[in-house]
Structure formats: C-alpha cells, structure tokens
C-alpha cells in the first residue's frame, strides 16, 4: 500500500531540529518545543503502528520513482514497532534531557542534534535501500559524536575519541559491502536484492560480503570481539546523552543485521553458525566485564554489551521462536537500557555519584523512588512477570527446538551474571548504610532542585518504567506482534512483492 | 584498466589498515581517510568500467542505444565523498582537541582512567 504519510515521523523530527537551532539561546523554548515535537512524532508513530498493524506493509517511493530504481521507504511490523518504541524513549529523553540538565552554555545546541539523532534513527527504520540505509546511518554517527564529545572535558573527548575512530571504520567497512552487493546484483534496492542474490553463481564472494556486513554492524552493534569502544565511552557523556545512547543506537545495529540477515543472506549454515559462536562469547564476555565494575554507568555499559547477545543469539538459532525472542527483547532492551542510565542520573543527582562504593542507603531514605527503580532493575534481570523473563523463556526455546546447547547455556549464565550484578547494585546502593558524603561546592542535589525539575527526573523514568510493565504484563499480545513479525523475516516474500510491485 | 585499480585500491585498504594500526594521531586520521577513498573508488570500480557515452536519452529516442556508463556508483561515491569529508573535518578537530586538553599524541598513553569526582 503506498501511503506518503510513513515519512511524517522523520519529517516532525527534521522541522524539529531546524526549528531549534534557530533558537539558539532560548532553553526554555527549546526544551518545550522538544518535548512537544517529540510527543507529536510519539502519537504519529503510534497512528502509523496501528495503520500497519490493520493495513499490513506500507511503502512511498521517493519523487515517485519505482522500485527498484528510485529511493523505497517502507514500514512493516517490524519496523513500525520499532519507530513506536523509539518514539516512546526519544520522549522519555527529551523530558529528562529538560529536568535535568544545567543551563550551561553548552546547552545550547544539544536539543537540535537530539533531534537530528533522532531523525536518524527513525530514517533507518524505513530505509529499503542500502545506500540510503548507509546516509542515515552516517546521519546518527554525526549527531552521536557531536553529543559524545558534549562538554568537551578531557574525559569526553578520550571517551570520543575510541567512538569516532571504530565508527569511521565501521562505517567504512559497511560500504565495501555494499559495494560487493552493488558489484554482484547491480541494485541496491533491498528487496531486488533479496531476489538477485540466491541467483549469484560465486557463494563464497556472497558470504565475504555477508561477513563484511556483520563486522561492520558488528562494530555498531558492539558484538564480541568489537565492542571495546562501548564500555570505554559511554560512561563518559551526561546522563541524558548516555541514555540515548545505551537505549537506542546499539539497538538500530541489531534492527539492521535483523533485516539485512534475514533478506539476504540467511538461511545459510556457516553465517548461523559464525553468529551464533559471536553471541555465546558476546553473553560470555560482557557478563564477565559488568561483573567486576564498580561504577554504575560502567557496569550498565557492559550489560549493553551483555545484552546483545541474546538478540544475536535469536538471529544465529533462526527459528521463528528465536527470532520473535529476539525481537521481543529488542524492544525491552531499548526501553529499560533507556531507563537504567536515567535512573543511574537520578542516583548521581542524590547522592552525588556513580561510584558503588560511595553510595548507599537510598532504600532507607527514599522509599518510593526505590520501588519505581526496582522495576526496570528487576525488568533486566528478567524475574518473571517482568518484561525480561518472556524474550529469555524464547530464545532457551529456540535453542531447544535447533539444538544449540551451547548457547542455550551462555544465555543462562548470563542471565545470572545479570542477576548478581544488579542484585550487588541493590546492596550497595540501597541497602547499605552511605559513607560519609564529602561536600561539594558547585554541586546542585536533588533536594535543591526546582519542583519542575524533579518532575523531569522522575515522570519519564515512571513512564518507561510503566511501559516495562506493560510489555512484561501483557506479553501475550505482544508476543503475538513478536511472531508475526518473526514470520514475516523469515518469509520475506510478502515484503518484496509490495515493494516491487506496489500494490497490496 | 580495472586490474590496476583493483592493485590500487587493495593498496589504499592495505595502506589504510597499517596506519590505522599506528600509534600516532596524526597517522590514525590519514589513514582512516586512505581508508574511506579506497572505498569510494572500490563503489566505482564495481559499477564496471566501460568506455562508453553518457547516459543521456537522447530526443528521438526512446532508450539508450548504445553502450553507457552506469551512473549510480557516481552518484553514490559523490554522497559518500561529501559524508566522509565532513567526517573527517570532525575527526581532524577531535583529535587537535585532544592533542590540545591532553597533551596525548601517542595512543598507547590513553588510558581509561577511573574518575575519582563526579
């Protein structure tokens, strides 16, 4: 169905962000102006999901070229949730963003390239063509190193410095395979493609740039053995910046080895069996790493890292349970990950640290917000009925119904890595009696905070917190979109007809 | 003709790699900029070279009659040369800031170091 209307999401974001810079000083503006555009694009994004949820595939082809010549935009399922989601945590910042952060010079431009990050995002949910898949993906990386090396500290810029340098070369890597893909099929449609590509005679150049794709991802996606630079820069920037971050820009890696894995190059025994082998050792590693951490934002990096690999693993095991396991806890991840570096701002503005061994006591003395934390710590770790019990329960039954043993056991060990982490996190943080806190001169508390501003702290971590809930509570249903979604990677056959033909 | 850029472009990852693997700032940056023109130049040479007109329909015609070069990988190598410019630009004054606030030019001495206040 072709409906021009899919492009409104990116659309809002761009006027968004143009409209913001033009308001270079004025915060208070700036941060309304954020917040609303953000809450407009969340019910587009909402009115979009239904629409494709009823309706099925919706496609526009820019300047009304047809495919496979012209740029394609297309929203199915996947991608509509996805968009949903975004919205939903892109929202969630932008409020938090506005509770808290000073207003400092450097304030100035942060909300514009948000936005443009957002764009970004949401632009590569819809892209059904590989080089335009590549300008978005170019887009994010540049909105992503102005906000990382925001404040332009020295530790800021150490953090950026790993960043920018693996994604200059990730970024590098993911056009030479699209140039072998362009070489081979003479398209860059991706639906054309996935028709092309089983027709090519020389497989081993298919899985040379099958495999150039998957380190090229992989490094966005921080996999074993790429994912070095995460844990070493994303503790760095602002709380409100790290949740971005953490929520969202590893998971538009994993979006986009979903799709382009699925379309071109699986089923396949020896990529399943290379991204399988990935995703052990990516649980293996990253729970060893968040295990020893002792400092909040580190120990959250490393779970990224951690937590990936269960959705790697659903792709390796590619049967329809692994791979509706893996998307379900997709959009967990994006939601709580989200949370968790809020929650970790809203730790950091009580007590004044991130360091374990210089917090404590926040059970005794704020009661109510550490039942609202408890739930995306808990969502994490997966204690059912919480939102990351149900993607686990499917990737172990995925693992069964393929035989992959090995992960299946990566996938428990993990879980009680994630378990023994976040229950050190609670003792630590909330249990145990606080040190002696140092006073510190320039450093505002939550107690001194404005009432608007607390309500910035704490209304987006109960709202992403609520959507944990709902996506742990009512997993029925979303299980349901999950398989359908998982049916529709695995068969793409619908996918490439609307596109290629148009019609419904 | 495409055996030598073939030769060239391996040359230009190869070039690109080592000097990624330096240690000197300076040498990190050129080579990530080898690295992305060898890129562009690889889009061009799978396009397919062909010695050919342009492919432009010409009034009276209804297709295009003769052999002609194809011309996405242009078009694409253009947008890439434009994103990986302003990349570098950006990467170029990161690591002059850097050099700058931290004096390291060499990046064996970066460190993850543990932040005691913040």
Redesign the interface.
């Known amino acids: 169905m072709t409906n021009d209307l899919i492009l409104l999401p990116i659309i809002i974001q761009a006027i968004n962000a143009l409209v913001l810079l033009f308001l270079w000083n004025r915060i208070h503006l700036q941060r309304r102006i954020s917040i609303f555009g953000n809450t407009l694009g969340l019910a587009v994004a909402f009115f979009l999901f239904l629409s494709v949820y009823q309706n099925g595939i919706q496609v526009t082809q820019a300047g009304n070229w047809e495919a496979p010549f012209g740029i394609t935009f297309v929203v199915d399922l996947f991608s509509a949730s996805m968009i949903l989601i975004a919205s939903l945590s892109g929202l969630a910042v932008s409020v938090f963003a506005s509770g808290s952060m000073s207003r400092r010079r450097s304030m100035f431009v942060f909300f514009p390239i948000f936005h443009f990050l957002m764009m970004g995002i949401l632009g590569s949910f819809m892209a059904g063509d590989l080089?335009n898949l590549?300008?978005w993906f170019?887009m994010i990386?540049?909105a992503s190193?102005g906000l990382i090396?925001f404040g332009?500290g020295?530790?800021q810029?150490?953090g950026?410095?790993?960043y920018?340098?693996l994604n200059?070369?990730a970024?590098?890597l993911f056009?030479?395979a699209?140039?072998?893909i362009?070489?081979m099929t003479g398209t860059?449609n991706m639906a054309d493609i996935a028709t092309k590509i089983h027709e090519i005679e020389n497989k081993e150049l298919v899985s040379i740039s099958a495999l150039l794709f998957f380190v090229g991802l992989g490094i966005k996606t921080a996999v074993f053995p790429l994912y070095f630079w995460l844990p070493?820069s994303y503790h760095t920037p602002l709380s409100a910046i790290s949740a971005i971050f953490g929520g969202l820009l590893t998971k538009v890696g994993v979006y986009t080895m979903l799709r382009i894995f699925s379309l071109f190059f699986l089923p396949d025994p020896f990529m399943s069996s290379v991204i399988t082998i990935v995703a052990i050792f990516t649980l293996l590693a990253g729970a060893m790493g968040a295990m020893i951490q002792n400092?909040l934002r580190k120990m959250f990096s490393w779970m990224i890292v951690c937590h990936i690999g269960f959705m790697i693993a659903g792709l390796g095991m590619y049967s329809a349970v692994a791979i509706a396991g893996a998307v379900f806890y997709l959009f967990h991840d994006i939601i709580v990950k989200t949370n968790l570096f809020m929650v970790s701002g809203l730790i950091?503005r009580i007590t004044g640290?991130?360091?374990l061994k210089k917090l404590g006591g926040l059970y005794e003395r704020h009661p109510a917000k550490t039942l609202l934390i408890a739930i995306p710590l808990f969502s994490l770790v997966g204690i059912p009925p919480l939102s990351g019990f149900w993607p686990k329960l499917l990737l172990i039954n995925g693992g069964i119904e393929t035989g992959n043993h090995f992960a299946i056991l990566a996938i428990l060990i993990a879980s009680f890595v994630t378990l023994f982490a976040i229950g050190k996190v609670w003792v630590e943080v909330f249990w145990k009696t606080p040190p002696n806190k140092p006073f510190?001169k320039h450093f505002y508390s939550f107690y001194d905070l404005r009432k608007v501003q607390k309500v910035g702290f704490i209304l987006p971590i109960a709202a992403l917190a609520a959507v944990s809930l709902f996506l742990g509570l009512g997993a029925g249903w979303v299980y349901d979109i999950c398989e359908q979604i998982a049916i529709d990677l695995m068969e793409p056959e619908k996918y490439i007809e609307v596109i290629l033909t148009g019609n419904k | 003709m495409i055996t030598v850029l073939a030769f060239i472009v391996g040359l230009m990852y190869a070039a690109g790699i080592y000097l990624v693997l330096r240690r000197s700032l300076v040498k990190l940056i050129i080579g990530l900029i080898i690295l992305g023109n060898g890129a562009n130049l690889l889009i061009f040479i799978l396009g397919g070279i062909t010695k050919g007109h342009p492919p432009v329909i010409g009034s009276d015609e209804l297709t295009l009659g003769e052999i002609y070069a194809d011309p996405l990988p242009q078009a694409l190598i253009l947008t890439a040369i434009v994103i990986g410019f302003g990349l570098q630009a950006f990467a170029m004054v990161l690591l002059q800031r850097e050099y700058v606030l931290g004096g390291v030019e060499d990046l064996d001495s970066l460190k993850d170091e543990d932040e005691d206040e913040l």
């Open positions: 080089f590549y300008v170019e990386i540049i190193f090396t332009g020295r530790r810029l150490e950026a410095l790993k920018v340098t200059l070369l970024s590098i056009i030479t699209i140039a072998f362009y070489g860059l070493a400092d950091h640290s991130f360091k510190r």
